[in-house]
């Protein structure tokens, strides 16, 4: 007797997990229908900018270590 009554406890728990994972799933399709994608104008647009900056920093740490290489052989 007791082992049948696990059996169907064990049965329940499984059916609640996978109806859980169920609904988490389709709670995680809702929330992705209601965002916004960026379209591709504006990832081009947004890329382009990110590069446009990493090279600026770039050019700038660049400049900054060649004048601080320049002071340092002026002293040594």
Do not use: D, H
Not at 33 to 49: G, H, Q, R
């Amino acid at each position: 007797m007791v082992k049948k009554v696990e059996s169907k406890k064990t049965t329940k728990k499984a059916t609640k997990k996978v109806t859980k994972k169920e609904s988490f799933f389709k709670e995680v399709k809702k929330e992705l229908a209601k965002v916004k994608w960026p379209k591709a104008s504006e990832v081009l647009k947004y890329t382009i900018a990110t590069v446009v900056l990493v090279l600026i920093v770039i050019a700038f740490f660049s400049l900054l270590n060649l004048l601080l290489s320049f002071i340092k052989g002026l002293f040594v």
